[in-house]
């Protein structure tokens, strides 16, 4: 869940600074900003009663959503 919140979020920010074109319409960053933002709870604050994610796996998650996000745009 917290790679889908790095990555839907990602996309969306990258987008409004202006790094990468999302082909995203607004109705549907309207629906995935809230479901990331779930996401990221639900991943971080240990909700499902999962083993917690340490700070290495999420700067690993974070490090591998953002070249899902940029490596194709830049290639």
Known sequence: MASFRHA???EIIFSWIGIVDTPLPPFSIAI???LSLVALWAAYFNM???KP???WEAIVGFVISTLFILLPRFL
Do not use: D, H, T
Request: aromatic residues 8%.
């Open 53 to 55: 994610l340490s700070i």
């Open 48 to 50: 499902l009663k999962q």
């Open 32 to 34: 995935f900003v809230p």
């Open 8 to 10: 839907a979020s990602e």
